[in-house]
């Protein structure tokens, strides 16, 4: 592409623009000559070439590339356009072209016209062709006008400068894609040198005049180029220029770390007590050699000296598996399970051990599940809360310094204090529930617990909801399901017998109370109010005894339910055994003495105890009040014979009746005492 542009601005310079060269058989064997003379003395651009594989590039790309230019589908440039010499036309080889270009001239059968006589030309030196040639700018060889004011180069194909033999032209293309092949700049590490000025010069002017490919060349269908190249030699892509990568800010270099050095170093601060320079040394070990377990289990020990129990079972349960099998490392992470409460999985290591381990290595986790599992079974068999407290304790010791307890172990302990059921025992376990609800607001067993608690101190509406919220976190808990059910059937029963109370329906209140009662025999609040109602309904209906039986039972249940206790008090007073209601009166009063009520209730009952010290003449004599003096006399007659002291069969007790008998005659027979009211008047049933 480049010779074409030079060869045409050579034309250019002629006097006549239509003067034709010599016959192209001259052309053919000048250019022949160049490319024997390139081949044995390289030019100034073949060795910049083998320095810079770019220039290379270059030269195989315009051999294989160039497409000659066809007068009917190319027009030229411009005019006014200026043509620069491509990267090919360098200083180094414009001396064998400038021969070729003298030499050339249009073949047989070419569209110019060969003067009739060729004047010949004067030699000149080849260094001055050249500088002439690189001075001179490019013109348009043969300017056709059309229409539209543009003009066409016309070509000749058989004219062409590098319209080379085509076997000449495949050798020349073979041996640039070989060595291209074999030695790729791409592949090559360039050295920090800066480029000659001609291969700057070369490389800019290549890229910045490149002439397009012709696409519809008539040599297209038959798989070969307008220039006898083959196409797939022609649709090689050439090297793309070189280019310098920016060098990046060199990263200081990393210090090695001897893995062994700070094993010691941390051997050296374990044995002095200086457990956290010693995890940081082995820390360095292990970051050294992940792989290791020796430094992994000896990090371990550390942790566990520095009671960091979750931190060493980490490390040693990779340990093991970087080394399975090792004796040191499975006993360290068994006691590790042990400390953190979990003896099961303890005694699992202890039995992979070969040979078996002693009694005494496995003892402490033996022990803690032994206690583990006694206090699961006074738990499920309902043998009380002390006992399995007890057993919690037990099991407690056998963990590491500072390890809280495992949740388990503690919904156990929650557990027992809630079927203590005393006021303390139940504190405590609202304690230990709230502080696992503050760990984990959503734990389900929790919240479970703290449902029960409050049934437990009869708030059955919050109850209900921690069963429900229970139930929406685990919905497959049969426990939460069974609480939320008995509690609601609870409910409904007791407003079913108050309702019959409030009607005065009170055999049908006690009945329904009585079913109630079957309902969670074991919960004490709900319970001691449903005795208490039932009590009521009994003193309602006058059965003393019943009344004073269930008031009772209330207050075994909860001895400090005041409703209970003022009921049972009424209930002797109406029985008769006003000294009874009197005492437990004053022991409400001592008790409570803010109470609503109480303070009348006692001032009634002890009035009522003196006027039942009184002695009822009347009612000994067994007359009315009003009986007359004759009525009087035959009551006295009959007690007299029936009581007298001859008949007496009950010894004393008889003798003391008879006096009686006769006392009572001789008080109410005198009108003296009768008339002016002496006698008192006798006590009303309440």
């Not at 400038?98 to 004047?119: D, F, L, M, N, Y």
């Not at 050699?289 to 079972?313: K, V």
């Not at 003193?539 to 005894?545: I, T």
Request: hydrophobic share 30%; charged share 25%; proline share 7%.
């Amino acid at each position: 592409m480049v010779l074409t542009k030079l060869f045409s601005s050579s034309s250019k310079k002629s006097p006549d623009k239509k003067k034709h060269h010599k016959h192209s058989a001259s052309n053919t064997s000048d250019l022949s000559d160049l490319q024997l003379h390139d081949s044995q003395n390289p030019p100034a651009l073949v060795r910049a070439a083998s320095s810079d594989r770019h220039l290379d590039s270059s030269l195989r790309g315009a051999a294989s590339k160039h497409r000659h230019p066809d007068p009917d589908h190319h027009r030229s440039p411009p005019q006014h356009q200026h043509q620069q010499p491509s990267s090919i036309g360098t200083t180094g080889n414009n001396n064998n072209y400038s021969k070729s270009k003298s030499s050339s001239s249009p073949r047989v059968g070419s569209s110019r016209k060969s003067p009739s006589k060729a004047s010949p030309k004067p030699q000149r030196d080849p260094e001055h062709k050249s500088r002439r040639v690189a001075s001179t700018p490019s013109r348009s060889p043969t300017k056709h006008k059309s229409k539209g004011s543009s003009s066409r180069f016309t070509y000749d194909r058989d004219s062409h400068p590098l319209n080379l033999p085509p076997d000449e032209l495949r050798r020349l293309s073979a041996m640039a894609a070989a060595r291209d092949d074999s030695r790729s700049s791409m592949d090559i590490e360039q050295p920090d040198v800066a480029p000659s000025p001609a291969v700057t010069n070369a490389t800019v002017t290549s890229s910045a005049f490149s002439t397009p490919t012709q696409q519809d060349s008539p040599a297209s269908s038959t798989g070969m180029q307008s220039n006898g190249v083959h196409s797939d030699t022609a649709e090689r892509s050439p090297t793309p220029p070189l280019h310098r990568v920016p060098s990046s800010t060199p990263q200081p270099a990393q210090p090695v770390v001897d893995a062994e050095a700070c094993k010691l170093a941390g051997n050296k601060f374990f044995k002095a007590g200086d457990y956290q320079k010693a995890i940081q040394e082995y820390t360095k070990a292990v970051e050294a050699q992940p792989t290791s377990s020796t430094y992994l289990s000896n990090r371990a020990a550390a942790y566990i000296s520095a009671h960091r129990y979750h931190e060493a079972l980490e490390d040693a349960k990779l340990a093991d598996e970087l080394e399975p099998g090792n004796q040191k490392i499975m006993h360290r992470l068994a006691r590790i399970y042990t400390s953190l409460g979990r003896p099961t999985e303890a005694l699992s290591i202890y039995s992979q051990i070969q040979p078996p381990v002693t009694a005494k290595d496995k003892g402490p986790a033996e022990a803690m599940l032994h206690h583990i599992t006694q206090a699961e079974w006074l738990l499920r068999e309902d043998r009380g809360g002390s006992m399995t407290l007890y057993c919690l304790d037990q099991a407690v010791k056998g963990l590491g310094a500072g390890v809280t307890q495992p949740r388990k172990w503690r919904l156990m302990r929650a557990e027992a204090y809630l079927k203590m059921g005393n006021v303390n025992a139940l504190g405590d376990a609202q304690n230990i529930v709230m502080s696992m609800l503050r760990d984990n607001n959503q734990d389900p067993d929790a919240l479970l617990i703290r449902g029960r608690l409050f049934y437990a101190q009869g708030e059955n509406e919050q109850a209900m909801r921690h069963f429900k919220l229970a139930l929406n976190l685990d919905p497959d808990s049969t426990q939460a399901v069974r609480y939320l059910r008995m509690v609601q059937k609870l409910l409904r029963m007791k407003d079913e017998g108050n309702a019959a109370f409030k009607a005065r329906k009170y055999q049908e209140a006690i009945d329904v109370y009585t079913k109630a009662l079957e309902v969670d025999p074991k919960n004490k609040d709900i319970n001691s109010k449903l005795l208490q109602n039932r009590a009521q309904a009994y003193l309602n209906l006058s059965n003393y005894d019943k009344a004073i039986e269930d008031c009772t039972d209330a207050l075994k249940l909860d001895p400090a339910y005041i409703k209970a206790q003022r009921v049972r008090a009424k209930a002797y007073g109406a029985s008769g055994n006003w000294e009874e209601a009197a005492r437990e009166f004053k022991k409400i009063a001592e008790a409570n003495p803010n109470e609503k009520g109480i303070q009348e209730e006692v001032r009634n009952a002890e009035f009522e105890l003196k006027k039942s010290q009184r002695k009822d003449y009347y009612k000994i004599l067994g007359v009315d009040k009003n009986a007359t003096e004759q009525e009087i006399k035959k009551a006295y007659r009959k007690l007299a014979i029936q009581h007298h002291p001859d008949k007496n069969l009950d010894g004393d007790k008889g003798d003391t009746q008879f006096k009686e008998i006769g006392e009572a005659y001789e008080i109410l027979s005198d009108p003296q005492y009768v008339s002016h009211s002496l006698l008192p008047s006798p006590p009303t049933s309440s």
